[in-house]
């Protein structure tokens, strides 16, 4: 993001060289893999794992070797129901904030007479403020429910893209509403993955992830046509109420959502398990 945006300030667009920018982004990459190599011990985190469900009286040997851990095996049709919800919801939201963070810098060109890097300054923000929210949104998840936070978010978001259709012009409470965008994005992420990976066992876990990603990838593939379409021949002030219409349907489906959320502790607190791993 940040090096897209580096590329996005030059100063002559007619002759960028991109090349620098796929290069520093391989090597974020490879920078994160040789990271997660160097400090996650994956065979120590599993013995950590087996010694707290003992202590716990959970027998992992027997859950693993479960036979109703079968790939095959369909869903009960009340967690049907709210895994086909709760991926609508993703794909819903997902064509929301994409279409808006995709085309925003032009929006703000073209609608509020702002300069490239007042609309980049702008996204950098929403981007910060989700970074610095991911792990308080964890935390604070963990105490009121998934689907609570998640439904706060998708409010939050599409109250911000629904206001900023009323700015004629550079304003900086922008700053303000993309901050709140970012958090209230940060909200959504936070929660959604692991509320669908809740609805499923250990042996198709990578199926249910799956079922994640193709329903936020897919939105990212028809949110541009379809948005696009209504840029070119209504007008980009049709962007912001795209984005707060979509986004506020997500909010309809996941009210349909019944199964998937955070499950409340049972047994040592955290502190004491990590004792007793130690």
Excluded: C
């Excluded at 079922?211 to 070119?232: H, K, N």
Aim: no cysteine; glycine share 8%; hydrophobic share 50%.
């Amino acid at each position: 993001m940040v090096l897209g945006m580096v590329a996005l300030l030059a100063p002559d667009k007619a002759n960028i060289n991109y090349w620098p920018l796929f290069l520093g982004t391989a090597g974020v990459m490879v920078v994160g893999v040789i990271i997660l190599k160097l400090t996650v011990n994956e065979p120590a985190e599993v013995i950590k794992m087996r010694h707290n469900s003992a202590t716990l009286g959970i027998d992992v040997e027997e859950a693993e070797h479960d036979d109703t851990l079968v790939t095959h095996e369909r869903l009960p049709k009340e967690y049907r129901k709210s895994l086909i919800f709760i991926l609508l919801s993703v794909a819903l939201w997902f064509m929301g904030y994409n279409a808006v963070t995709s085309a925003f810098s032009k929006y703000a060109m073209v609608s509020l007479n702002m300069q490239e890097s007042q609309s980049a300054s702008i996204l950098m923000v929403a981007s910060i403020a989700a970074i610095i929210s991911f792990i308080p949104v964890g935390i604070l998840s963990s105490r009121i429910g998934r689907k609570k936070m998640i439904l706060v978010g998708v409010v939050v978001l599409a109250t911000v893209f629904g206001t900023s259709a009323f700015y004629t012009g550079f304003n900086p409470l922008l700053f303000v509403s993309f901050a709140l965008a970012g958090i209230a994005w940060a909200a959504i992420n936070v929660n959604s993955l692991p509320m669908v990976l809740e609805m499923s066992k250990g042996a198709n876990i990578g199926r249910y992830t799956g079922y994640y990603y193709t329903a936020s990838m897919a939105a990212q593939v028809i949110t541009p046509i379809i948005s696009g379409a209504l840029l070119e021949h209504l007008g980009y002030h049709t962007l912001m109420p795209y984005g707060a219409l979509f986004v506020g349907l997500a909010f309809l489906t996941m009210m349909m959502v019944n199964h998937g959320d955070s499950k409340p502790i049972i047994g040592p607190s955290k502190l004491e398990l990590f004792d007793v791993a130690d």
